[in-house]
């Protein structure tokens, strides 16, 4: 009877044990870590399923290989590797390794990666076990996050306006080198500062706070703000709200833009403007002024041009018409007839526009004049004692300098059209 019960007993303790196995190797084979058994020297003796479908290969297959070559297609064990360091220091060792290449995967991969020695009884290593966790699109993550940050603080550094972040109260949580510069800070005197403090007028930091809470965001709020010397400067805020993951209000983040010299300069136009307008009204006084002047020059002239025309021809034109009649000047009466032209074109002047251009030189005057009054290049040449080639001479440059040269008009009758005889 106690036989019996004897195999009754161990039957149920195999078949619990058998089935404790099933439940941790069933535990082992869920894990999404690769885990593994390895011998002293590196070679597989049992891997999870989690190991074998990843690397498309069987159990058995595996069994007897080592582990690096399998893995990662290496010689010799990997530089950083932890199961060389738990052969080494008996203790659990870890490892973040990198791997150019491993077996199933494209491209690199980084591995978090434990060794686990097991001892006998003596405290000899007999085995090791291996757990490793496919850890590249975390250390990518974690590297593009990195890179995104570094990018985000060279913009926020180099960046020519002034960034800030604060807290709700105002407490600034950072600010920028641009920040540091336009109020004359140092970071240290910045973070331990509040934002209310730079506004001059309290009121405005009341309704910029309003705004951005009902809207969420503020675009170039027009504020005037002092720097750490009480200097007045003008800006533009252009802000959003910072919230956490509940919605509440955490602070404010935003760009201060300087427009200090922008408001001068608006301001120097103003007065410019102003100057010129006054300058403007002068002007168009000084201008009646100068409009009377000339109008009353105008008439000074027209009375002192009809007084010389009234005496020449009342006093002048008399002697010399008298002169003219003298026969012992007979002689001269062709020279007469000539000034008395000259009288007449004079005083035809000063009440109309000229009418010989005034490039003629007095010997051409004298030719045109002769010519006006019907006189041949033989006659002129005689009256003048030259010859004729030089008369044919002045006749050219006459038509030349009265641009009628090559135009085919009669020279005479020209000139009598614009020396009218009187």
């Not at 149920?12 to 082992?28: D, G, M």
């Not at 070679?43 to 479908?53: E, P, S, V």
């Not at 791997?99 to 000899?124: A, R």
């Not at 109309?352 to 010519?371: C, F, G, H, M, Q």
Request: glycine share 4%.
């Amino acid at each position: 009877m106690n036989n019996v019960k004897s195999k009754d007993f161990f039957s149920r303790a195999e078949k619990s044990l058998r089935e404790s196995e099933a439940q941790k190797k069933a535990i082992l084979d869920a894990s999404i870590d690769r885990i593994r058994l390895i011998d002293r020297d590196m070679r597989i003796i049992w891997a999870n399923k989690t190991t074998t479908r990843e690397i498309n290969i069987s159990p058995e297959e595996l069994v007897g290989k080592f582990c690096y070559r399998v893995f990662v297609g290496r010689d010799s064990p990997c530089p950083e590797c932890p199961t060389k360091k738990a052969l080494k220091s008996g203790n659990i060792e870890h490892a973040i390794l990198h791997q150019p290449y491993s077996k199933g995967i494209k491209g690199e991969t980084y591995w978090d990666t434990y060794t686990v020695p097991i001892k006998n009884e003596s405290g000899d290593i007999v085995n090791l076990i291996q757990i490793t966790r496919n850890i590249t699109e975390k250390v990518q993550a974690e590297k593009a996050l990195r890179e995104s940050e570094e990018k985000w603080r060279r913009l926020f550094e180099d960046s020519r306006d002034a960034i800030y972040i604060t807290k709700r109260n105002g407490e600034y949580v950072d600010v920028n080198q641009s920040f540091l510069d336009l109020f004359g800070y140092t970071r240290e005197e910045a973070i331990n500062s509040n934002a209310v403090d730079r506004y001059i007028n309290p009121i405005d930091r009341v309704r910029f706070t309003k705004e951005i809470i009902q809207k969420g965001s503020v675009k170039n709020y027009e504020v005037k703000l002092q720097t750490k010397d009480r200097a007045e400067i003008y800006v533009l805020n252009s802000a959003t709200v910072r919230k956490a993951h509940d919605g509440s209000i955490l602070g404010y983040q935003g760009i201060i833009r300087d427009i200090t010299q922008q408001k001068r300069d608006v301001q120097a136009v103003k007065e410019r403007k102003a100057e010129l307008e006054v300058l403007n009204k002068q002007l168009e006084e000084n201008n009646r002024a100068l409009s009377v002047l000339a109008r009353n020059l105008d008439i000074t002239r027209r009375e002192s041009e009809k007084r010389i025309i009234q005496r020449t021809q009342n006093f002048v034109m008399p002697i010399i018409e008298k002169l003219r009649q003298d026969k012992n000047l007979e002689r001269y009466k062709t020279d007469f007839d000539l000034l008395i032209g000259y009288v007449r074109d004079l005083t035809s002047d000063l009440a109309n526009d000229i009418k010989i251009p005034l490039s003629l030189s007095a010997t051409e005057l004298r030719v045109a004049s002769l010519i006006r009054n019907g006189m041949s290049s033989q006659e002129i040449a005689k009256h003048l004692y030259v010859s004729a080639a030089t008369v044919m001479s002045h006749r050219k440059n006459i038509r030349r300098k009265l641009d009628l040269h090559n135009s085919g008009i009669n020279l005479k009758a020209y000139l009598e059209s614009k020396l009218d005889q009187r």
